[in-house]
């Protein structure tokens, strides 16, 4: 079974663009959230989309918005970028929304915000 | 209250011993606790996890001790290899209510050296 992918892996912007980045999950798994991994901050939860719904939020600007696909495919979409935007973008996909459950995370894309 | 803290930040070990990384979190309502280890480029993988239920989990090399009443848990790798050599990150999830979203730990940069 393939794992997650992500693409692009590797993105340069400049501020005040916009980005969007793209995930595909294991077959067969619906539920995909997405994370933004630095330095300082760690790994941080960005949202969770089950079933082309959000079903959780984490703590960050409206910037960063996000929406899946009937097929499970997600987007995240970050506007007006900011150099703090600056970080490894991490989608992890699971099997079911609830229950003891496994994420299996992609390889993530490198954003970097000149 | 849902912060989860990890330490140490960074560890050194020789190969063949054991390596300790421990968490604590506040928020009591977490009821499931995975370990994830991280290579340079790549995504965080599973390598463990424990409910509350259980003071103890072993797979392999690998074991997580968990201890309720004091809030914490800790990551035990025996027999540590150069291979082993990763970032490590503790989480924690209301598995139920909050569907897939991850609290990570800050992580800990893990050398076993040769």
């Known amino acids: 079974k393939a794992g997650v992918t992500q693409t692009p892996r590797y993105l340069i912007k400049t501020r005040g663009q916009q980005v969007t980045l793209s995930c595909s999950p294991i077959?067969?798994?619906?539920?995909v959230s997405w994370y933004q991994q630095t330095p300082g901050q760690g790994l941080q939860f960005l949202f969770e989309?089950?079933?082309?719904?959000?079903?959780n939020k984490g703590n960050f600007p409206g910037r960063f918005s996000g929406r899946q696909f009937s097929n499970s495919r997600s987007e995240m979409n970050v506007s007006t970028l900011e150099l703090g935007d600056s970080a490894l973008y991490l989608c992890?996909?699971?099997?079911?929304?609830?229950?003891?459950?496994?994420?299996?995370f992609g390889p993530g894309t490198r954003l970097l915000v000149l | 209250q849902q912060q989860v803290k990890q330490s140490p930040q960074s560890l050194i070990v020789q190969k063949g011993g054991i390596s300790i990384i421990n968490c604590a979190y506040e928020?009591?309502?977490?009821?499931?606790f995975p370990w994830y280890q991280q290579f340079p480029g790549k995504g965080p993988a599973l390598l463990i996890a424990?409910?509350?239920?259980?003071s103890e989990k072993k797979e392999g090399r690998f074991t997580i001790s968990f201890n309720k009443s004091a809030k914490q848990f800790s990551l035990h790798i025996m027999d540590s290899q150069p291979g082993d050599s990763a970032t490590y990150f503790c989480?924690?999830?209301?598995?139920?209510?909050?569907?897939?979203?991850?609290?990570f730990g800050e992580g800990t940069q893990l050398t076993v050296n040769p």
């Open positions: 424990i409910r509350p239920d259980v």
């Open positions: 989480a924690a999830s209301m598995l139920e209510t909050s569907g897939s979203r991850l609290t």
């Open positions: 928020n009591t309502a977490f009821d499931y």
């Open positions: 077959s067969g798994h619906r539920s």
């Open positions: 989309y089950f079933s082309e719904t959000q079903r």
């Open positions: 992890a996909s699971s099997p079911r929304v609830s229950g003891t459950k496994t994420q299996y």
